[in-house]
């Protein structure tokens, strides 16, 4: 790359022509996707600022022959005007017999990615194959209820659902949105479904690895530090707690949880220094260069993704052979062959906010480290610098995404450049966690081992989140208009000239002191954690938790070591977040029945906290095997009225129903067949009634059980057709429970079944969180999580 040929007293800048021809081109496509004007308008505004330009003799566009600038600003001018035709001519995705399709409909389709599910629902995205019969292209998003049996990527499916047109959103174009992505039509409930086979391919096969290494990860490590984990290392964010989630977002550091350029750029030094032990140097980068392929196909091959292995491999090939050119020139590269591969990309705010935050970090940051080093005297190496440096790298990022973040959300984080410079340690560390928890899950003695060594790493980055984005006023809403943002890019750009000029300009490629300082915090904060594991007493009282898993149940019986799990909750895995970190493996899994929301999560359990025996009414057992193909593999025995289970010699649990002969009383519906259970510890008693309605609550009071107990589970999350007053008379809780989510479809709990309950202290998993009772047998302690 030759550089333009300024004068050597020239005060400007010296910038190579391939990266500013690049850049033209770039900015030509990001003008066409932000104005939507003409391309001749873009001809029109380039050929003013050439001239304007060319009259001012500006740098970079200075050099010794007249013909020279010329003939550059030309090419510059015809380049953005090229950028601008090029976003103009991909125009819109292929239309699709999808985007007319409306009413009923016969669909085929390949699941394209593993689908989101929250709460009872999943959000399936299908690659359709037949419309009715007919053979077609183009996607659907497909609402439904999640099966007890997880769908996956490359399952096909047969579905008979009504298809309608994507909705307006207010301030937001969905429709476009989908259509970006091939997806022209959604669905909701499908009137019935199958799955009718399973497409494989490398694409297959790699998400199978995706999920395999997720797996391990959460095996080795508790929730929701598997959650961070998984983020960093593979880019999986599914079971990423909503609470977390709206944390990072307020702090400004979701891009750390998320596969992006640093993610890439730390794994391949992690693994070019490993490598380096065996072969040398240049031949580990070359021989990674294999490998990134396959690593960004697992992690989705999202746009930021892409644009990092971009870079990546243009750096690592410079390094070999032996050339210094600065990060921000393979970024210029990056960006302009995504874009003109696929100029929609322009618009995906995942790459905006990515591309716009690495050029912070290159570019701003290290003229802003420079300048304060000089300005208080400091070394360029050793502790302050490092602190100067990071917090020079989370200031340049933070300035650069500000305009992006405006536009796509309209808020601005105050507490973004302090949360980024202090986790900013922590986020290295955990990448390293995050790659030793998916090796250790392979095997069942190392996971458990590993686990109290590196928690406390990821743990730590998720306790200063989340206290960050507990301050008050952290974040505001601001509304600005693009000119706005051209403004504040300007005067960026400026200020960082001015930085750069005025102080001692860094090299880009050269390791600075953050690697090592991210080690040294990682390892302080793992031996704390030891401390503090090794400081915290054992407790030898019995426990009963209430998991707080939104809407459905999930209990956890604890004593003696033994561990019993009472239903597990909804399918989007809220279970796994809920239970305490120390649980590993459990002694049984108790099922009441077989709604969604109570054995959803089973398929969860059962990958992540194998029971040795699943216990359940004989009907239950048998719908759950034929639902659940998993559930074969594990060793179960019926479980019905009468029988109990001793922890310990303090603490039983009996199930008081559902009964075998109803005898007179009729039950009104399946939740009457619910397990009614009763826990006893010592003297105390605790009644878990699961869904049980009017008619199982009367024959519960006709049975002649004692049902007298010190604190009540709210029968069916406080539904209307529940809580009887003779029910509520027998049982005269001192304390009730209600397991109940505050986005329930169903209006959980009834106004009128609540104030039946006044006078009685009621803890609710929606508002405090997860609900401990922990006894030991004479007395009686509630403990909340929030």
Known sequence: MTPLNAPATSPYPRLPRLPLLAGAFVVGIVLASLFETPWWAT?????????????????????????????????????????????????????SPLATARGDHTVVGIVRDDPRVRGLYARVDLEVEQLDGRLV???????????????????????????????????FDYPGYLASRGIYAVGGFPDSWRTVGKHEDVWTTLRATRRWVNANIERTLPAPESALAAGVLVGERG?????????????????????????????????????????????????????????????????????AAVMAVGIVIASVLGRRTPGWIYLTYAVAVMLALDPGVARDVAFQLSATATAGVMVVAPALSSFTLSRLGWPEDGGRATVVELAATATGATLAVLPVQVAAFERVSIVAIPANVIVAPLYEAT?????????????????????????????????????LAALPGGEFTVRAPLLAGALW???????????????????????????????????????????????????????????????????????????????????????ALALPPEVGRLDAVLLSHTDLDHVGG???????????????????????????????????????????IHLTDRTTIEALSPPVAAGTHTLDSDNDGSM??????????????????????????????????????????????????????????????????????????????????????????????SITVTSDGDRLWISTER
Do not use: C
Request: charged share 15%; no cysteine; aromatic share 6%.
């Open 43 to 95: 001809a029109i505004a380039a050929l003013a600022l050439v001239a304007t330009a060319a009259a001012l003799r500006l740098a970079p566009l200075r050099g010794p022959r007249p013909a020279a600038p010329v003939a550059l600003l030309a090419v510059l001018a015809a380049l953005l005007v090229l950028g601008h035709l090029r976003f103009e001519t991909a125009g819109t995705p292929t239309s």
């Open 137 to 171: 292209e183009g996607g659907a998003r497909i609402t439904m209820f999640a099966p007890l049996d997880p769908l996956e990527a490359g399952d096909r499916l047969e579905l008979r659902v009504e298809l309608e047109a994507p909705p307006e959103l207010e301030d």
């Open 239 to 307: 079971t990423m707690p909503p609470d977390l989630t709206e944390a990072l977002r307020q702090t400004g550091t979701t891009h750390l949880v998320v596969v992006s350029g640093q993610n890439v750029a730390l794994l391949l030094g992690i693994a070019i220094s490993v490598l380096t032990l065996a072969i040398p140097r240049r031949r580990a980068a070359l021989a990674l260069l294999f490998a990134l392929p396959a690593y960004v196909a697992l992690v989705g091959a999202d746009p930021p993704v892409v644009r």
């Open 431 to 467: 990448v390293f966690v995050a790659a030793v928890a998916a090796l250790a899950g392979t095997n069942e003695v190392a996971a458990p081992a590993a686990r109290p060594l590196i928690t406390f790493v990821p743990s730590a980055f998720i306790w200063i989140v989340e206290r």
């Open 489 to 575: 890019y300007a005067g960026l750009a400026a200020a960082t000239w001015w930085l750069d000029r005025n102080g001692e300009r860094q090299n880009a490629l050269e390791p600075t002191a953050g690697t090592s300082f991210g080690w040294a915090a990682g390892l302080a904060v793992v031996a704390i954690g030891l401390w503090l594991a090794v400081l915290q007493p054992p407790s030898g009282d019995a426990r009963v938790t209430f998991l707080d898993v939104g809407h459905g149940l999930a209990v956890l019986i604890e004593d003696g070591g033994q561990r019993v799990l009472f239903d597990t909750g909804p399918p989007d895995g809220a279970v």
């Open 602 to 644: 089973l398929a969860t359990v059962l990958d992540r906290f194998p029971p040795a025996t699943l216990l359940a009414a004989t009907d239950t057992l048998e719908e759950i095997a034929r639902r659940l193909p998993a559930a074969q593999s594990v060793q179960t025995q019926p479980f019905d009225i009468g029988d109990r």
């Open 676 to 769: 009614v259970i009763l826990i006893t510890v010592g003297d105390r008693r605790i009644l878990i009634t699961a869904d049980i309605e009017e008619a199982a609550e009367r024959w519960l009071v006709d049975s002649g059980h004692t049902l007298a107990a010190d604190v009540l589970l709210i029968p069916h999350q406080g539904s209307k057709t529940s809580s009887t007053p003779a029910f509520l008379e027998a049982v005269s809780p001192a304390a009730a429970v209600l397991s109940a989510s505050a986005t329930n479809p169903y209006g959980h709990p009834a106004e009128e079944v609540m104030t039946r309950y006044e006078g009685i202290p009621v803890f609710r998993t929606d508002h405090h969180g």
